[in-house]
């Protein structure tokens, strides 16, 4: 067990240590004004979840659309420009019809490609669209790719894309077919422009992005609690039961492994329980009329707690405030004692026996729900349906079941 507890402490420092809080960069305002600083780690294509500070360790504070003409973070360029853009179509998402639905929009265009003919993509939520800009021409033009449902329901697809670059971009000697196979994504997008480039003698840029370690990255968090537990003793020697209130308190660490425009996440918590609380029952064996027994059960002591578990949050104007989750998890009692005293009453006589074991390890599950009150604090309501501090005995159980209050902390 020892070995356990070890693995789970170096294994919270560990992951820790990969944490990837902020990228260097900076925005244009509406007025033309540079700024350069930091962009808190988040999906960069959404500006909406954009928090910036002129400094690594200052206060990121939230930048609005309507004050940035233009971004540029880790080497990526977003620029806002109103052009035709297809209402639905693009990578990853269905249509309902086949053709083009386009409107005039201001979105943001991140360059993928410099050069006679440029190359833009628009990501929203995940769903790309591609346009392109030729020199001396205004117009960025999308570059059309349509998923979409027949009346028979079936799903059929619109590859205008590859007729638009075979009409326009073909080098001298080329057939049209060189684009048949074409894939509507970057890399594919960009390969086939930087090619029409360089066969018509113009030199192609692309940027140079700066390797991030992931669109994930972990988070440490300090909690501390309440539980209003419910505990039942129970034996089957006698068809016994009893049930009391305590009040138990928790307090540890927990690990996050998420990402802030995603709202799947896993996390893991290690911590410590104390209980102090006793249940006690009187009962006559057999309906005797002749003696009763009164059975006082305790329990006393720390117990290490740890669990794992997913975890999803829901979106409050524009950021994850709510979250739901479920975990998996251990209680390995440290000292913890299981006492039963036993008094015996009749019209003649009375006597008391008893026992005392250590509690033992047992498994559970827990549901939880929770509120991000401000970036670094939270609160959440966790149900915990029973643990079993007596997991191996045959003949009784003490089990601890309840609703726990906790207040979370982030430390880095």
């Known amino acids: 067990m020892k070995k356990c507890l070890f693995a789970a402490v170096l294994f919270f420092t560990a992951v820790c240590a990969f944490a990837q809080e902020s990228v260097k960069g900076y925005y244009v305002s509406a ?8 962009f808190k780690y988040t999906d960069f294509t959404d500006v909406s979840l954009l928090r910036f500070s002129e400094s690594e360790k200052g206060d990121y504070q939230k930048i609005s659309s309507e004050n940035v003409k233009e971004y540029g973070v880790g080497g990526r360029i977003f620029t806002k420009l109103l052009v035709d853009i297809d209402a639905d179509g693009g990578s990853n998402k269905l249509a309902l019809s086949k053709e083009a639905d386009y409107v005039k929009k201001e979105v943001y265009l991140e360059l993928l490609l410099k050069s006679n003919v440029s190359l833009y993509v628009n990501t929203v939520s995940d769903n790309e669209k591609f346009f392109y800009k030729q020199e001396g021409d205004v117009r960025y033009i999308q570059l059309v ?4 449902k027949l009346e028979t329901g079936q799903e059929a697809l619109n590859t205008e894309f590859r007729r638009q670059l075979a009409q326009n971009f073909l080098c001298k000697g080329e057939s049209p077919q060189v684009y048949a196979k074409t894939a509507y994504s970057r890399q594919a997008l960009t390969d086939a422009l930087k090619h029409y480039n ?14 991030e370690k992931s669109d994930s990255h972990f988070a440490l968090l300090g909690y501390a609690g309440v539980m209003f537990a419910s505990n039942k003793a129970s034996t089957t020697d006698y068809n016994f039961s009893a049930t009391d209130g305590a009040l138990a308190y928790r307090a540890g660490v927990e690990v996050s492994f998420y990402n802030e425009y995603k709202g799947l996440s896993f996390f893991g918590r290690a911590g410590f329980d104390y209980m102090d609380t006793e249940v006690t029952g009187t009962y006559a064996p057999g309906g005797s009329s002749v003696y009763t027994f009164k059975d006082v059960y305790k329990v006393s002591g720390i117990s290490a707690d740890i669990a794992v578990g997913p975890r999803y949050s829901f979106s409050v104007n524009d950021e994850k405030r709510i979250y739901i989750d479920g975990t998996i998890g251990i209680l390995v009692p440290l000292g913890t004692k299981v006492t039963m005293n036993r008094e ?3 019209s003649s006589v009375s006597s008391s026996t008893g026992w005392s074991v250590d509690a033992e390890s047992g498994a559970y599950f827990s549901v939880g729900a929770g509120y991000y009150i401000t970036e670094k604090i939270s609160a959440e309501v966790r149900y915990i349906p029973k643990r079993n501090y007596l997991e191996n005995y045959i003949n009784t159980s003490f089990n601890n079941s309840g609703v726990t209050l906790n207040v979370l902390y982030r430390l880095m």
Request: aromatic share 10%; with cysteine; proline share 3%.
């Open 198 to 211: 360089d066969c018509t003698g113009h030199t192609s840029e692309i940027p140079k992005v700066a390797k």
């Open 344 to 346: 015996m009453t009749s």
């Open 145 to 148: 790719y349509r998923r979409y």
């Open 31 to 38: 007025t033309g004004q540079k700024k350069e600083g930091y």
